[in-house]
């Protein structure tokens, strides 16, 4: 199985020759780091940008009612995962 990241990679890899700017479904680049005087490459964290495929307390706050079902929350959260890259209409999380 394909990690996101390395997907992302590859697409971009892929458009090298193509004109102008792409699209693409995740960041590419996670790691947060520190380049300290000396050279010393210090980890400070991680941090992403992805599409949102879970809602906490079972809660889309997108909804007008505020109420859901699981069942309607599959829903919700498959339709955020068909959307094309570039739909403004994409629900994103970012994590650290």
């Known amino acids: 199985m394909v990690k996101p990241i390395e997907k992302v990679l590859a697409e971009l890899e892929a458009a090298r020759a ?3 700017l792409i699209m693409v479904g ?5 790691a947060i780091r520190e380049i300290k ?5 210090v ?3 991680d941090v992403a940008i992805s599409r949102c495929l879970e ?3 079972g809660k889309l706050l997108a909804l007008p009612d505020r109420e859901a079902s699981e069942e309607r929350m599959k829903e919700y959260i498959d339709l ?3 959307r094309k ?3 403004a209409d994409i629900i ?3 994590g650290c």
Do not use: K, T
């Open 18 to 20: 193509v004109e102008g």
């Open 55 to 57: 809602f906490l307390e």
């Open 37 to 41: 005087e000396d050279g010393q490459d």
């Open 26 to 30: 995740e960041c590419p680049v996670r």
């Open 80 to 82: 955020n995962a068909r």
């Open 92 to 94: 994103w999380m970012i």
């Open 43 to 45: 980890y400070l964290g």
């Open 85 to 87: 890259v570039g739909n």
